[in-house]
Nanobody, 116 residues
Framework: QVQFVESGGGLVQPGGSLRLSCAAS????????MQWHRQAPGKERELVAG????????FYVDSVKGRFTISRDNAKSTVYLQMNSLKPEDTAVYYCAALRGSISFWGQGTQVTVSS
């Protein structure tokens, strides 16, 4: 069965950094586009970053460009999100997602809180 193990979330001060990891199993990882989404309290879930199957293309929402970097290691079936210069408005539950056509799998989410 499909499983995700998300890690790396936590509490960090403004300006700090965190690195999220999402280790996947149960599907052919390198055939899926991987994405990170986030959902803040009272807001809709939004796409933060995405990466193609062999890291040939990446996408970032404007609010995180220049601060976040998405990467993947197909040998480890893991996708990462390096988050630098964190702001309070980055506070949310972060979810990894795997997509291929009409198929999608979602992780359970990890909390990121940016606060002094």
């Amino acid at each position: 069965q499909v499983q995700f193990v998300e890690s790396g979330g936590g509490l960090v001060q403004p300006g700090g950094s965190l690195r999220l990891s999402c280790a996947a199993s149960g599907f052919t990882f390198n055939t899926y586009v991987m994405q990170w989404h986030r959902q803040a309290p009272g807001k809709e879930r939004e796409l933060v970053a995405g990466i193609g199957t062999f890291s040939t293309s990446t996408f970032y929402v404007d609010s995180v460009k220049g601060r976040f970097t998405i990467s993947r290691d197909n040998a480890k079936s893991t996708v990462y999100l390096q988050m630098n210069s964190l702001k309070p408005e980055d506070t949310a539950v972060y979810y990894c997602a795997a997509l291929r056509g009409s198929i999608s799998f979602w992780g359970q989410g990890t909390q990121v809180t940016v606060s002094s």
